[in-house]
C-alpha cells in the first residue's frame, strides 16, 4: 500500500523500511532471525543480534530498540541454551545502545533466533541500495567467507583460529562503518548478507541502472576461507545464488574457482558495501582505517548498455 511517508519500501529489495514521522525524523524498520550458525549459544545470540542491527545501518540509521523473536523445542534442549542465546543478543545491544524492550517465543523443533529491530534516520540522510553511478568506487567494510568458515566448522575442518576469526567477523556491529560512511558523500550502500556479494551487488546494480564490476583478487577474505572453498565446503544457499543469478553475472574466465565461490557465497552478518565518488574512496578508507574498520575497493562502477548487471574479473 502506498503512503506518502514510506520513504522506503519494498520496491527495490531494500535493506529495511523507513517511515517518516516527522518533516525531520523517520523510522527505520527491520527483522531478521535464523538458525544456528555456530555451536556457542551465547555467540549464535550476539550473532543474530548484529546481523539484525546490520540493517539499520546499512540505510544510515541509528538503531534504538529491538524484540526478540525467538523459536525453541518445549523438550530435548536445556532452557539454559535459550537463555544464553538471548543473554548473547542482549549484549551486543547494548554493545550498539539498543534498548532490548520485549520479543515473542514459540515452540519449534528448530532453533531460530533473531531481532525486529528500530531505529531512527533524518529523511534526508537515508541510505538506499539504489543510486550508484558511473565512475563509482566500491567500498566493502568486512572480509568475505562466513557461510564457508562455518560450513567447515560443521564439518570439523578448519582451523580454531579461523573458526575464532569468522566468529568475531560475525559478531562485530556495523556501527562504526556506518558512522564514518555517513560523514561522506554516499550514493549506494547496502550490507552483504544471505544473497553474497554478487547477488547485493546485483540488487544495487539493477536498482541503480548500472554495472558493477568487481576485481577478484581486491577481495578481501576470512582466513582459511579460500583454501577451504576449494577444499568444498559449500553452503546450499551457495548454489541457489548460482541459479538465481545465472544469467545477472559475468565472471571472467581468469577468476580463480575458488574466488568465484567466496563471491557466492552467503555472509551471516557481512560488511557494508558502498559506492562512493572514486575520488573520495581513499580517504573513505583511511577514515574507516582510522575507526578500526579494515575496509578494501573491491571494484568499481560502469555504465551498463545491456548483458550482466555484475561482472567479477
Same mark, same amino acid.
Given at each position: 500500500?502506498?503512503?506518502? $511517508?514510506?520513504?522506503?519500501?519494498?520496491?527495490?529489495?531494500?535493506?529495511?523500511?523507513?517511515?517518516?514521522? @516527522?518533516? *525531520?525524523?523517520?523510522?527505520?524498520?527491520?527483522? $531478521?532471525?535464523?538458525?544456528?550458525?555456530?555451536? $556457542?549459544?551465547?555467540?549464535?545470540?550476539?550473532?543474530?543480534?548484529?546481523?539484525?542491527?546490520?540493517?539499520?545501518?546499512?540505510?544510515?540509521?541509528?538503531?534504538?530498540?529491538?524484540?526478540?523473536?525467538?523459536?525453541?523445542? #518445549?523438550?530435548?534442549?536445556?532452557?539454559?541454551?535459550?537463555?544464553?542465546?538471548?543473554?548473547?543478543?542482549?549484549?551486543?545491544?547494548?554493545?550498539?545502545?539498543?534498548?532490548?524492550?520485549?520479543?515473542?517465543?514459540?515452540? $519449534?523443533?528448530?532453533?531460530?533466533?533473531?531481532?525486529?529491530?528500530?531505529?531512527?534516520?533524518?529523511?534526508?540522510?537515508?541510505?538506499?541500495?539504489?543510486?550508484?553511478?558511473?565512475? *563509482?568506487?566500491?567500498?566493502?567494510?568486512?572480509?568475505?567467507?562466513?557461510?564457508?568458515?562455518?560450513?567447515?566448522?560443521?564439518?570439523?575442518?578448519?582451523?580454531?583460529?579461523? !573458526?575464532?576469526?569468522?566468529?568475531?567477523?560475525?559478531?562485530?556491529?556495523?556501527?562504526?562503518?556506518?558512522?564514518?560512511?555517513?560523514?561522506?558523500?554516499?550514493?549506494?550502500?547496502?550490507?552483504?548478507?544471505?544473497?553474497?556479494?554478487?547477488?547485493?551487488?546485483?540488487? /544495487?546494480? !539493477?536498482?541503480?541502472?548500472?554495472?558493477?564490476?568487481?576485481?577478484?583478487?581486491?577481495?578481501?577474505?576470512?582466513?582459511? @576461507?579460500?583454501?577451504?572453498?576449494?577444499?568444498? !565446503?559449500?553452503?546450499?544457499?551457495?548454489?541457489?545464488?548460482?541459479?538465481? %543469478?545465472?544469467?545477472?553475472?559475468?565472471?571472467?574466465?581468469?577468476?580463480?574457482?575458488?574466488?568465484?565461490?567466496?563471491?557466492? *557465497?552467503? #555472509?551471516?552478518?557481512?560488511? %557494508?558495501?558502498?559506492?562512493?565518488?572514486?575520488?573520495?574512496?581513499?580517504?573513505?578508507? @583511511?577514515?574507516?582505517?582510522?575507526?578500526? /574498520?579494515?575496509?578494501?575497493?573491491?571494484?568499481?562502477?560502469?555504465?551498463?548498455?545491456?548483458?550482466?548487471? /555484475?561482472?567479477?574479473?
Amino acid at each position: 500500500m502506498a503512503h506518502a $511517508d514510506l520513504l522506503v519500501g519494498t520496491s527495490t529489495a531494500d535493506d529495511a523500511g523507513v517511515f517518516r514521522i @516527522a518533516p *525531520d525524523l523517520a523510522l527505520v524498520q527491520t527483522v $531478521d532471525f535464523f538458525t544456528p550458525i555456530v555451536d $556457542d549459544a551465547f555467540q549464535f545470540g550476539a550473532i543474530a543480534a548484529a546481523n539484525a542491527l546490520s540493517d539499520v545501518y546499512a540505510m544510515g540509521g541509528e538503531p534504538r530498540t529491538a524484540l526478540n523473536i525467538a523459536c525453541f523445542p #518445549q523438550k530435548g534442549v536445556p532452557f539454559e541454551i535459550l537463555t544464553d542465546i538471548l543473554r548473547g543478543g542482549l549484549a551486543k545491544a547494548e554493545e550498539a545502545g539498543v534498548v532490548v524492550v520485549g520479543g515473542h517465543t514459540v515452540i $519449534d523443533e528448530e532453533i531460530k533466533f533473531g531481532m525486529a529491530v528500530t531505529g531512527l534516520v533524518h529523511p534526508d540522510r537515508i541510505l538506499r541500495n539504489v543510486g550508484a553511478r558511473p565512475g *563509482d568506487a566500491l567500498v566493502l567494510t568486512k572480509a568475505l567467507g562466513t557461510g564457508i568458515v562455518a560450513t567447515a566448522l560443521k564439518r570439523g575442518a578448519g582451523s580454531s583460529a579461523e !573458526h575464532a576469526a569468522a566468529i568475531a567477523s560475525m559478531a562485530a556491529l556495523n556501527a562504526a562503518a556506518a558512522r564514518v560512511l555517513g560523514s561522506f558523500e554516499v550514493h549506494a550502500c547496502t550490507d552483504v548478507t544471505g544473497f553474497g556479494l554478487l547477488g547485493h551487488a546485483y540488487e /544495487v546494480a !539493477h536498482g541503480s541502472g548500472v554495472r558493477l564490476a568487481l576485481v577478484a583478487e581486491r577481495l578481501p577474505l576470512l582466513p582459511g @576461507a579460500r583454501a577451504l572453498a576449494a577444499a568444498g !565446503h559449500l553452503t546450499g544457499g551457495c548454489q541457489r545464488n548460482r541459479e538465481w %543469478l545465472a544469467d545477472e553475472v559475468e565472471m571472467a574466465p581468469g577468476v580463480p574457482a575458488d574466488l568465484a565461490e567466496v563471491a557466492w *557465497d552467503p #555472509q551471516t552478518s557481512g560488511g %557494508l558495501l558502498a559506492a562512493v565518488p572514486a575520488a573520495t574512496a581513499p580517504r573513505v578508507l @583511511a577514515a574507516l582505517a582510522a575507526a578500526g /574498520v579494515p575496509a578494501a575497493v573491491i571494484g568499481s562502477v560502469e555504465a551498463r548498455a545491456g548483458g550482466a548487471w /555484475v561482472a567479477l574479473r
